[in-house]
């Protein structure tokens, strides 16, 4: 604030902001200022323009029209909660280089590359590199840049799922990088750096359809030992003919939600397999089925539906879902109405 206005910028108090040679009307977010006085608000702008880090700008009241303050551009696109934006608005730090770091700090789950950090700030490569060794910010081998402390939180937040997740449901041992993703909040870059991370420390374990906590054992009663090997048997017996999940369930008499559980269980431990639109296979058949493919691929180039059907015993209803589950995982190639030796086999 100017030290000759009389003016006092409410909290929603409608301004005139000057901007190059743009006038905006918008709104003040923030603590009562009066003359002399300075702080971080949010502006609420009624009209877009183009604004850049570090721009200045001029205020001036609504009516009548007086200068009476003067601002500087900290954050042009500040983004979440409007308490995490009050928050970030008391603390974002006036400095350019104290303010990166801030960031750095604050976005965590969100991590930027090099460029975008570049872009944001409008500064040269030399500025950017000099701020990263001044503040000891860490760069991934992708680019992404993030602190100690951001990876740290990220650890212990990682950590921490699966403890709960366990807690809620101990047949899920292995949970997926989409779920993880989605609970979190976090950015692919930043859930690719701490996961390899944990990796490499012995943290965590790579497991066919995502991640486990190393060294994880769930605890089963005699119930869940017998139920489980109910779900097998179901799938053991159904052959080389997928089936889908509600069809188990209504063989089991389970609930739906326990099905689940128990057949992802026996996908943990390689048991089944998930051929995709919900339907399942036991391991031990799929492993058949591959087996028959591929001795009539030795005699053969082309294989026809008609002739997976002989080879199966399945109707088209099941085999098609079979089909498509070998195309995807490259034991056959699709083309037109046929299908040819994958590379799959060759192993």
Do not use: C
């Not at 009539?296 to 498509?324: C, H, M, N, Y």
Request: hydrophobic share 35%; no cysteine.
């Amino acid at each position: 604030m100017t030290n000759s206005t009389d003016w006092i910028i409410k909290n929603k108090q409608r301004l005139r902001f000057h901007i190059g040679t743009s006038e905006i009307l918008g709104r003040v977010s923030g603590k009562k200022l009066e003359k002399g006085q300075s702080g971080n608000v949010i502006i609420d702008l009624e009209s877009p323009v183009a604004v850049a880090m570090d721009d200045r700008f001029v205020v001036r009241s609504y009516s009548p029209m007086d200068t009476i303050a003067g601002g500087l551009v900290i954050d042009p696109k500040p983004v979440g909660k409007w308490s995490v934006l009050r928050h970030r608005t008391d603390s974002l730090p006036i400095d350019p280089k104290e303010r990166f770091g801030y960031l750095i700090d604050e976005d965590w789950k969100t991590p930027k590359s090099r460029e975008k950090w570049q872009m944001l700030f409008f500064i040269s490569k030399e500025i950017l590199q000099s701020w990263i060794v001044e503040i000891h910010v860490m760069e991934s081998e992708s680019g992404i840049l993030y602190s100690e402390p951001g990876l740290e939180k990220g650890k212990k937040d990682l950590k921490s799922y699966f403890d709960h997740t366990y807690e809620k449901n101990p047949f899920r041992s292995v949970l997926s990088s989409d779920g993880i993703l989605n609970q979190l909040k976090w950015s692919e870059d930043w859930f690719e750096i701490v996961t390899k991370i944990l990796l490499e420390n012995g943290v965590i374990s790579e497991q066919k359809g995502g991640f486990s906590l190393a060294g994880y054992k769930p605890e089963f009663s005699q119930k869940d030992l017998e139920e489980l090997g109910k779900i097998e048997s179901i799938l053991t017996q159904s052959g080389f003919e997928p089936i889908l999940l509600k069809e188990i369930t209504e063989a089991s008499g389970f609930k739906p939600k326990r099905v689940g559980d128990l057949i992802h269980l026996l996908f943990a431990q390689g048991k089944v397999e998930n051929l995709g639109n919900n339907f399942w296979l036991n391991r031990s058949n799929l492993d058949n089925v591959i087996h028959d493919i591929h001795a009539f691929f030795k005699s053969k180039e082309q294989l026809a539906v008609v002739d997976f059907k002989e080879i199966t015993g399945l109707s088209r209803k099941t085999a098609i879902p079979l089909l498509e589950y070998l195309d995807k995982k490259h034991f056959t190639i699709r083309h037109e109405n046929v299908r040819l030796k994958g590379n799959s086999l060759n192993g």
